[in-house]
């Protein structure tokens, strides 16, 4: 069964320093991979997506997310975190029946320390 | 891109009330609809989607229901609600392979 795992509950890092969320994804077939993030009471914003070509996406905001298919792996990285980027993020993988549908994993919430 | 729209943003309601959230969709034609429910502190599951007009796909047994009477129109109703049915409720669409999510409804139900 297709199945997304974050493994980070929570994750903290200081302003200006890198950042790296993790996200693990099990499906059979070429998936399409999404990050989404939620501000606290908001919907949720397309950060960046993974169709086909090029493993390493940008996205907005500054960040960038690599695709390994080896790893099953599509982890999400900022080189400098902003305060403004303390949120939940969300990875999802797609997969296609009657209607194209979004698996979510669970979310890691970021704390930004000033 | 697509921009969806939800109301109402809150909503209180009591327990065995009726229930209507609204979610409409700009920018594009006959998308893909769908409901998700957020409970506090977890992820998001999918409630139903829509291919189309009147087309619902539920998918999980519960005790809400959505309805699709035009083309970027997206409707979740309850006849009775329940304690259970608390939660944020968000309404994405799109064309193809991408989702755009709205804004939420925050739904108490006491």
């Given at each position: 069964?297709?199945?997304?795992?974050?493994?980070?509950?929570?994750?903290?890092?200081?302003?200006?320093?890198?950042?790296?969320?993790?996200?693990?994804?099990?499906?059979?077939?070429?998936?399409?991979?999404?990050?989404?993030?939620q501000?606290?009471?908001?919907?949720?914003?397309l950060?960046?997506?993974?169709?086909?070509?090029?493993?390493?996406?940008?996205?907005?905001?500054?960040?960038?997310?690599?695709?390994?298919?080896?790893?099953?792996?599509?982890?999400?990285?900022?080189?400098?975190?902003?305060?403004?980027?303390?949120?939940?993020?969300?990875?999802?993988?797609?997969?296609?029946?009657?209607?194209?549908?979004?698996?979510?994993?669970?979310?890691?919430?970021?704390?930004?320390?000033? | 891109?697509?921009?969806?729209?939800?109301?109402?943003?809150?909503?209180?309601?009591p327990?065995?009330?009726?229930?209507?959230?609204?979610?409409?969709?700009?920018?594009?034609?006959?998308?893909?609809?769908?409901?998700?429910?957020?409970a506090?502190?977890?992820?998001?599951?999918?409630?139903?989607y829509?291919?189309?007009?009147?087309?619902?796909?539920s998918?999980?047994p519960?005790?809400?229901?959505?309805?699709?009477?035009?083309?970027?129109?997206?409707?979740?109703?309850?006849?009775?609600?329940?304690?259970s049915?608390?939660?944020?409720?968000?309404?994405?669409?799109?064309?193809?392979?991408?989702?755009?999510?709205?804004?939420?409804?925050?739904?108490?139900?006491?």
């Amino acid at each position: 069964a297709q199945s997304v795992t974050q493994p980070d509950i929570h994750i903290t890092v200081s302003e200006g320093a890198s950042l790296e969320l993790r996200c693990n994804y099990s499906y059979g077939a070429t998936p399409y991979l999404f990050w989404y993030v939620q501000s606290p009471g908001q919907g949720l914003q397309l950060l960046l997506k993974y169709f086909s070509g090029d493993t390493l996406v940008q996205g907005i905001k500054g960040f960038e997310a690599e695709f390994k298919r080896s790893q099953s792996s599509f982890n999400l990285r900022k080189p400098s975190v902003h305060w403004s980027d303390a949120a939940e993020y969300f990875c999802a993988v797609e997969v296609m029946d009657s209607s194209y549908k979004l698996i979510f994993g669970s979310g890691t919430r970021l704390l930004v320390r000033p | 891109s697509q921009t969806i729209h939800q109301w109402p943003a809150t909503l209180v309601q009591p327990v065995g009330s009726p229930l209507s959230l609204e979610c409409t969709v700009e920018g594009t034609s006959n998308p893909n609809l769908y409901w998700y429910r957020q409970a506090a502190g977890r992820g998001l599951q999918l409630l139903f989607y829509s291919v189309g007009i009147g087309q619902i796909s539920s998918e999980v047994p519960q005790n809400l229901s959505a309805s699709r009477p035009q083309d970027r129109q997206f409707i979740l109703s309850s006849k009775k609600l329940l304690l259970s049915d608390s939660g944020f409720y968000l309404c994405a669409g799109g064309a193809q392979e991408t989702q755009y999510f709205g804004p939420g409804t925050r739904l108490l139900v006491l």
